[in-house]
């Protein structure tokens, strides 16, 4: 597979979609739908603090926002693009299949790989070019400390993974389905499944596996019964995208005693790191989930790239009714 023809498959295919003219204020509607939704949480969170604090007589130094502002803008963002993301590929192989355009790739030098790879590269570079808009935003929480400067690039890397094996996995369907409307219906499907269905198969399986634990305390100090699901079925929520996100972003570093800054992000990764440890044991020593989600994203996408190539191979032994060759 030859670099130079996969970003020759990627120039062309951003040529073609540029050319639409639509993409000037779909950019411009993305910035002001995350610049409204930052504006919103931001007012909401200094109302909070304004509310809580306003009660004491000598009320203590209002903690910062900006470490819950950092988690909710990460979570909207990543909703957001997960929203958009199904939409980038969905239709790249089938499209060109329906306008005749595709066999003439075909009939190129060009092999399959070249061809896959570089219209997944154009999709997945117009998704890291949305994504990147939204990185000034990001940088808004410093404004009010408690987050790190260099939290930032890793939380995106991860999210531009992510949308990455989202891109490959609507690309995949592209090339099984012969319809467009089909295919993208299949892709969001396929997002919610990931997303939404992993919660919900992992709630109906914990209240399968229900058990009750009773802990003795030490020292005589009785003993208390508590309720949780088994801890053998986490590799249901691990493949979650949001998962993988929340669990493998950096939390801030430990705030004084003293100050009331607590990062959010920290007590959703005790709560998903959870479901791998009983409940009778401490959540903040529960080994990590991410690295189990992430890979079996990646082998999703690997899988989704590895069918996209071996459907566009050409000369096809057998093409599905309906379908346009040139």
Not at 27 to 41: D, N, Q
Not at 62 to 73: E, H, K, Q, V, Y
Not at 173 to 183: E, H, Q, W
Not at 191 to 216: D, H, K, N, P, S
């Amino acid at each position: 597979m030859s670099a130079r023809a996969v970003l020759l498959v990627a120039r062309q295919e951003i040529r073609t979609r540029l050319r639409t003219g639509r993409w000037r204020w779909l950019l411009a509607s993305w910035v002001v739908v995350v610049g409204i939704f930052t504006l919103l949480v931001t007012l909401a969170l200094e109302a909070t603090n304004d509310v809580h604090y306003n009660d004491f007589e000598n009320p203590p130094p209002p903690p910062s926002i900006g470490p819950a502002l950092f988690t909710i803008l990460i979570i909207v963002v990543f909703s957001l693009i997960m929203v958009v993301s199904p939409a980038l590929t969905a239709q790249s192989i089938n499209g060109d299949r329906e306008r005749g355009t595709l066999a003439v790739l075909q009939v190129t030098r060009l092999r399959p790989a070249e061809i896959a790879v570089g219209k997944l590269l154009a999709g997945w570079g117009v998704g890291v070019a949305a994504l990147a808009l939204t990185f000034p935003f990001a940088l808004w929480p410093l404004v009010y400390g408690g987050v790190g400067a260099w939290r930032i690039p890793i939380v995106y890397l991860i999210m531009a993974v992510l949308l990455g094996v989202v891109c490959a996995v609507a690309q995949a369907l592209s090339v099984l389905v012969v319809r467009g409307i089909t295919s993208t219906m299949l892709a969001y499907a396929s997002v919610f499944a990931l997303c939404i269905g992993t919660l919900i198969v992992y709630g109906l399986m914990g209240a399968a596996f229900t058990q009750e634990r009773t802990v003795v305390l030490p020292e005589g100090q009785g003993s208390y019964t508590t309720t949780s699901p088994s801890d053998n079925i986490w590799w249901v929520l691990a493949p979650n995208p949001f998962v993988v996100l929340l669990d493998a972003s950096p939390v801030a570093p430990e705030p004084p005693r003293d100050a009331y800054n607590q990062d959010p992000l920290k007590d959703l990764q005790s709560s998903i790191r959870s479901s791998r440890q009983p409940a009778d044991e401490d959540p903040y020593d529960a080994p990590l989930v991410w690295p189990y989600g992430l890979a079996a994203n990646l082998v999703l996408g690997v899988g989704s790239v590895l069918i996209t190539i071996r459907r566009l191979r050409a000369p096809a032994t057998s093409v599905p009714r309906g379908v346009r060759i040139a």
